[in-house]
């Protein structure tokens, strides 16, 4: 028997797949508008919940936009069309489409933003930077080997074709001609974790929004004491982008077990954004 899925089949889905409670206690994920009685068919997933992937969604016509970010992390008194953030709540509904997010759990899952971002580097043999219990695959980052050795400046290269292209670019710190044979990835801001990373004793970190004094003081000890990590940075949007395509592949999936398990066939058609939302548009040096 054939059968459309509800929101609330994906919504149950999503929420499988990236737990709402492996979420940090800051963060604001799960459905954020949409009746999970509506037939969804076709969804789009991008970064970030903003008026070029509305557009984009309103093109395609979906039934549901499934986001890294948040568009509400703070609590608010209104949803009116005069913010900018209460018109992306009237476009969608109005036109039908609900809108999910998955954020920090979607960073801590297997398969979530840190798994993406560590297979899209080369990362092997590996395991979360801060595992959320002993021995778990849930947690932040990801930490582990290279296939094989290889210089900073090569695996600078590689970060940066695996990754959209972005006005930023990839930044890098450290010896270009130095080997690096062992590496952590978070993605998104990462300079947080700069003591995990640093007693992971890895040789170079892949992360993003890295501040001047946090990477300064990192490098300066680093030459003080054994002259790794090397750090390489990537535009925020950048280093989250490769998730998607998991979590469209893993949300099809999802949906057409879930029917199954019913008697039923269907699934969703899952696509991804290819809207560029770093906010970053030129990069200016002078001759």
């Known amino acids: 028997m054939t059968a459309v899925p509800t929101l609330g089949d994906v919504v149950a889905v999503l929420d499988g797949l990236y737990p709402p409670d492996t979420a940090e206690g800051w963060d604001a994920v799960g459905l954020v508008a949409g009746d999970p009685a509506a037939p969804v068919r076709t969804v789009l997933l991008a970064v970030d919940p903003v008026a070029t992937v509305v557009d984009e969604a309103l093109d395609l016509g979906v039934d549901l936009v499934v986001t890294h970010h948040p568009l509400f992390l703070k609590g608010v008194h209104s949803v009116a069309a005069t913010t900018f953030k209460g018109a992306v709540v009237h476009r969608l509904l109005r036109a039908g489409?609900?809108?999910y997010n998955a954020h920090t759990n979607a960073d801590a899952a297997p398969r979530g933003v840190a798994d993406a971002l560590a297979d899209a580097v080369g990362l092997v043999d590996r395991a979360p930077l801060v595992a959320h219990a002993d021995g778990a695959e849930t947690g932040i980052g990801r930490v582990g080997r290279?296939?094989?050795?290889?210089?900073?400046?090569d695996f600078a290269r590689r970060v940066a074709g695996a990754l959209p292209a972005t006005?930023?670019?990839?930044r890098v710190a450290g010896d270009?001609?130095?080997?690096v044979r062992t590496a952590a990835v978070v993605g998104g801001s990462g300079d947080a974790l700069f003591d995990a990373v640093r007693a992971a004793a890895v040789d170079v970190y892949v992360t993003s929004d890295l501040r001047h004094h946090p990477a300064s003081e990192l490098r300066e000890r680093a030459l003080f004491e054994h002259g790794t990590p090397y750090l390489v940075d990537t535009a925020h949007y950048a280093s989250e982008?490769?998730?998607?395509?998991?979590a469209a592949t893993d949300l099809a999936a999802g949906v057409t077990a879930r029917l199954a398990a019913r008697g039923e066939e269907g699934t969703v058609t899952c696509t991804v954004s290819t809207r560029v939302t770093d906010p970053w548009t030129t990069t200016v040096t002078v001759p």
């Not at 270009?176 to 080997?179: F, G, K, N, S, V």
């Open 176 to 179: 270009l001609d130095a080997t």
């Open 167 to 170: 006005a930023q670019g990839v």
């Open 146 to 153: 290279l296939a094989a050795p290889t210089t900073l400046h």
């Open 241 to 246: 982008w490769p998730w998607l395509r998991y």
């Open 97 to 99: 489409v609900a809108l």
